[in-house]
């Protein structure tokens, strides 16, 4: 029960892995809050956690909004009593295909919701704990990015490469305040985002298993149980680190 008595709070709560991540975090005592666009996705997502013995609880916002993100924070705080943890999983894949061919507005779009909405998750989520005796925040970015680059998914390999570096930089600024930063870069998961169009699970494995040396792709769980590592006490001393989680793909 490392998060007994503990506030989480998920970005993207009505995703897969921030889904496993929560379960996780309320298995072992966490209130988690979830938070995301979609009222009917998030109320679903609570429903299970709850059914699993869980405490949780829902938050709309759409974290490119500079109100909507501080507003997060504050019912979060306001509803629970405070905010000791922060995962700020909410992103998307974004404009695919060459560079030259990415429509700008499309580029604007990926970069707010994974670049400026991390930035702004985080200034709120910092303010706060700074004030109330520091807590840990766990971003997620990507082995496509800082540690790996696809051929048409530049676009997204610099949104999260950029996920890396702001992690690193808020790490280094306000460890003194006692809040650490670190951030996740997963590979290939079993979510929908890894499949391709009309693609199977079946046909996806055995593309996955040619590129990764694990031969599979990753759990849900596995990424979950990584974030709670960097979330918890015995990961102390970690801080502006980017743990890769990717089976040996950058290896």
Request: glycine share 12%; aromatic share 4%.
């Amino acid at each position: 029960m490392r998060f007994n008595g503990k506030v989480v709070l998920i970005t993207g709560g009505a995703g897969a892995i921030a889904g496993a991540t929560a379960q996780a975090f309320a298995s072992e005592g966490a209130m988690v809050v979830l938070a995301g666009r979609d009222p009917g996705k998030l109320t679903e997502a609570v429903k299970r956690i709850e059914a699993e013995g869980g405490s949780a609880d829902w938050v709309t916002a759409d974290v490119t909004s500079p109100d909507d993100a501080a507003r997060m924070v504050a019912t979060t705080a306001g509803r629970h009593g405070g905010l000791d943890v922060a995962f700020n999983n909410a992103g998307i894949l974004g404009a695919t295909g060459p560079l030259a061919d990415v429509d700008p507005g499309s580029w604007s779009s990926l970069m707010d919701a994974n670049v400026t909405g991390v930035f702004l998750s985080m200034k709120y989520e910092i303010a706060h704990m700074r004030a109330h005796g520091g807590g840990a925040i766990v971003n997620m970015a990507s082995n496509i990015g800082a540690h790996r680059r696809l051929a048409g998914l530049g676009a997204y390999a610099v949104s999260k490469a950029a996920v890396s570096a702001l992690s690193r930089a808020a790490a280094l600024d306000h460890a003194a305040d006692g809040v650490r930063v670190n951030a996740i870069s997963p590979g290939p998961i079993d979510t929908p985002m890894s499949l391709r169009p009309g693609e199977t699970r079946q046909d996806r494995d055995a593309r996955m298993a040619a590129h990764i040396p694990a031969g599979r792709v990753g759990e849900t769980a596995e990424i979950a149980a990584a974030v709670l590592w960097l979330a918890a006490p015995e990961s102390a001393f970690v801080l502006g680190h980017d743990l890769v989680a990717d089976g040996g793909a950058t290896a």
